[in-house]
């Protein structure tokens, strides 16, 4: 009978596509399930077989060892670093969303005079 492996409702593409990667390599037997149309079913990968679990389960802390390692080594820029990056860009980019925002709410005004 299937066991769960691992649980992706939560996770980044990245982050799931390196897991597929590391199981693929290990030839690790397991299908996956998405979280459907509405989004409300278990996206998970799970293993075919569950006398295969433990040994998948190591692999698997292995695996996320090894991701936590690599997002360690690349970092995501912060909001503050981004503007001190391109600050042009960014007071641009907050100026349209504001002209945007106005020009959206501006029709309405007129219905609470």
Do not use: C
Request: proline letters at 4%; zero cysteines.
């Amino acid at each position: 009978m299937a066991k769960l492996l691992f649980k992706l409702n939560s996770v980044t593409d990245e982050e799931a596509d390196f897991v597929r990667a590391r199981l693929d390599e290990a030839e690790v037997n397991y299908y996956e399930t998405t979280k459907g149309r509405f989004g409300i079913s278990l996206a998970a990968i799970w293993i075919r077989n569950e006398d295969d679990y433990p040994a998948a389960r190591e692999l698997l802390d292995d695996i996320q060892a090894d991701w936590l390692e690599e997002v360690r080594q690349h970092p995501v820029q912060t909001t503050g670093e981004r503007f001190l990056e391109h600050p042009t860009r960014f007071l641009l980019s907050i100026v349209a969303i504001i002209a945007i925002a106005s020009l959206t709410l501006i029709p309405f005004l007129d219905a609470f005079k």
